[in-house]
Each structure stands twice: as C-alpha cells, then as structure tokens.
C-alpha cells in the first residue's frame, strides 16, 4: 500500500558562524555570493565543525544539523529525542519556517502551526481572544471557521477569566495554555510541539498529550513532538528519532528508540539497537550447557519487550535457563539494586510462595509483576541467583538493567516495596 506522506525533509542542514551574523565579514559575503552568481557550490559548506558544545573546536563555522532525512505520515506522532545541544530545536524551526536550511529542501503536505516557545506567534498587547483570531488568520482560516472553534479553545484553556486581557499579564503557564488551544483547535495539518509544554502543571500537560492523541487519532492529523520526558514520549508516539551532535543516529519504533537513548551514555550500543530488553550470556554459553545457568533475559512491559518500564504496568521477566540434570525444587531470585549499587529488593520463589517444580533440563522461567511499582525514575541493575536447596547453579552480578518511567496517572500512590512479593509470581513457562 502507498505511504500518505505528508512531510519529507531531504537533506536538510543548518550551518552558523559563531557570535557574528551571517558570514560575519563583507568579504566572505562577497566570496559566497561570487560562486552563487557563477553556479558554483558555497565554499563555506566544505568547512565547520560539529555541534559539540563540550569542545572548544578549530572554526568559526558550526553545523548545527547535518543531512537530516526522514519523512511522516500522515496522521503519525513522531517523536524527536536527544541531549540538549542535538538539534532538535533548531530542527523544529527549519520545519515551522522559522529559519531556512543552508542545504536541503522540506515537502509538506499541509498547513503547519507550532509551539515552539512561550509566546511565539502571539502579539503581547493583543487580548487573549484576539490573538486566536490573528493565530487563525495565519493559518487561512476564515472569520467564521475560528469563531465556530473559539469557545472549545478557550474551555480547553481554562483561561476564560482573562480571555479579554492582554496576554502580556499571563503567566507563562496561561501562555503555554492559550497557546496550545489555539494550536490544536485550529485544525492544521501538523502540529510541532517542542518541549514548552514543560512550563503547563501536570494537569494540563496530561490533558494535552491526551489532545494530541484524539487529533491523531480521529482527525488523521500528523503531530511532531519533541520532550524529555520519556513517559510522555513513550505513551505519546508511535515512531522516533534520536539526534546527536546535530544528525539522526538511530530512527524506529517508539520503544526501541527511549530504550536507546536511555541506555546509552555517549556511544550507541549496536546490540541494543538491534534487541532492547534483551540480555544475552552467550559468552559462557558453552559452559552453562554443560554445568547449567541462565542463558538470557528478556523483559516485557505491557507485553512489549522492552527496558524501559512504566510504573503500574504489567511487567514480565523472562530467564532463560539449562542445567545438566533436573533439579527437585529450583530456586530463581534477583536482587535490584539502584543506580548507586545499593539493593532495594529481593524477591525469589520461596518468598513469593511459588514452588518451582522443573520440567526439562532447558526452559523459560517468568518472574511476572502484574502490577510495577517501582516509581523512582531511574536506572537499576539487576542481580541474578538460580539454584536449588542444595546447590547454587548460576549467579549473575548486574546481569542485566531496566529504566523505570513513572505512569503519566500516578495519581494513586503506588507502594514501593512492601507488598511486593504478594502480588508478584514466579512459574515455568
């Protein structure tokens, strides 16, 4: 089937010289615009350094992206993740026309509306309803089409006491709302959300993604959405990307790319591009065939296999196992242990009151919390013990390592340890 595209970005860069404006000298302008009028290539694109903040580099120029390439479907929400510094912002730009690309083109299929900033777009002596309607005229709506929305834009504000004041006396929480009513209500094509959405409370941040996921959904609308909070991001989009120093270095499923940038530090680990939430002891796998151990781990998050956990969800750890004979009553334990090396629990069959009763010499044991409720956002390693009574077969120090990210609801308090081993199970597959 034929893909609807509605926006394709082909090569696209962005190039600056440090602290001047534009070429920073009339003889560089001159030169540039020589080899313009001649049909030769800019000179000054064969030259600059990446966008690396941490080094001090050895040229005035910097590219702050670099051949970017992707396209979007229509109705799909994409997610765009990356440290600060990645250009992701300055992305986001290019595409609301903020800025032009040194090289490279962008093929929309649509009208485009942005938050991009607090206050872009919005004329601080105007009134709130004012500027919906001068939001409205940008985007080629009529008169008549914004008036037949200007009551759902201002409920969903929740700024109806000052809709008739000018928007320089909001506060930046009243900007970011107004704003994004319009944004949404307008009815555009594509929508570009860039992290401002961190300003609104926890209220209207949820209530927003909760938005954008309606006009997706029922609207066929495409949203692009950058933010640091993974949770959000995680039940937000569906596909993404992940920047670094100004490029994509890895586009895919939503799940695999928060796995990847949360676990990597500075270098992007090809086996975790390939298989997120999957831990592999091949290394000693000959010796574990013949002595027995735990072969692998997989873990799965609402059924999806993944490291990235979200607080509340189901949540499934798979161990893989062989030993050289059956044993009368197995024992599978972990101990988690926080990002500092302390435990903060351990669970095993015994305690869970599960009686483990091997059915072959090689299997699949599942550890299953039907409720997660681990809710420090963090990453914890994970320590291995499998035996029996007698016997201890295999143990595995920080054999493997989850995120936890927590619920966008998490209204309810959800206990961290206590009830742990009560709700918990541990059965062969």
């Not at 290019?94 to 032009?100: F, K, N, P």
């Amino acid at each position: 089937m034929k893909k609807d595209i509605i926006l394709k970005a082909e090569n696209i860069s962005k190039q600056y010289r440090l602290g001047q404006v534009g070429t920073g000298t009339m003889a560089h302008d001159l030169n540039r615009w020589w080899h313009q009028v001649r049909g030769k290539e800019d000179p000054y694109l064969k030259i600059g350094d990446t966008n690396d903040r941490s080094t001090k580099g050895t040229s005035d120029y910097v590219w702050a992206l670099q051949d970017i390439n992707f396209e979007v479907e229509r109705g799909e929400i994409l997610g765009i993740i990356g440290k600060n510094g990645a250009g992701k912002s300055t992305l986001l730009k290019i595409l609301s026309r903020v800025t032009a690309p040194t090289t490279g083109s962008i093929k929309f299929g649509g009208r485009v509306a942005s938050l991009l900033e607090v206050g872009t777009g919005f004329n601080g002596e105007m009134t709130g309803r004012e500027n919906i309607y001068l939001n409205g005229a940008i985007l080629g709506m009529t008169k008549k089409e914004i008036a037949s929305k200007i009551d759902e834009i201002i409920e969903f504000s929740g700024c109806e006491r000052y809709i008739d004041t000018p928007v320089k006396r909001y506060s930046s929480g009243m900007y970011v709302r107004l704003a994004f009513a319009v944004a949404a209500f307008l009815e555009p094509e594509i929508l570009i959300v860039d992290e401002v959405l961190a300003v609104g409370d926890a209220e209207f941040q949820k209530k927003a993604i909760g938005k954008m996921q309606d006009i997706s959904r029922e609207g066929g609308r495409t949203v692009l959405f950058v933010s640091h909070n993974m949770a959000a991001v995680k039940s937000l989009c569906t596909r993404g990307i992940v920047m670094e120093y100004g490029k994509v270095v890895f586009e895919g499923g939503i799940d695999e790319v928060v796995d990847l940038y949360l676990n990597s530090n500075q270098e992007f680990d090809e086996l975790q591009l390939l298989s997120p939430g999957f831990f592999d002891f091949s290394t000693n796998a000959n010796k574990k065939y013949k002595e027995g151990g735990i072969l692998n781990v997989e873990i799965f998050c609402d059924g999806k296999r993944t490291n990235s956990l979200l607080t509340g969800k189901k949540v499934e750890f798979h161990f893989a196992y062989s030993s050289k004979v059956k044993y009368q009553e197995p024992v599978l334990g972990i101990v988690i242990n926080d990002d500092n090396g302390l435990p903060i629990l351990g669970i095993n069959n015994r305690n869970t009151g599960d009686s483990l009763k091997q059915k072959d010499i090689e299997g699949v044991i599942i550890l299953t919390f039907p409720v997660f409720r681990l809710i420090k956002s963090k990453k914890y390693k994970v320590d291995i013990y499998f035996g029996d009574q007698e016997n201890n077969i295999d143990t595995i120090k920080e054999a493997f390592y989850f995120n936890v990210l927590p619920s966008l609801d998490t209204r309810k308090p959800i206990q961290e340890k206590l009830n742990y081993f009560y709700d918990s199970e541990i059965k062969f597959q």
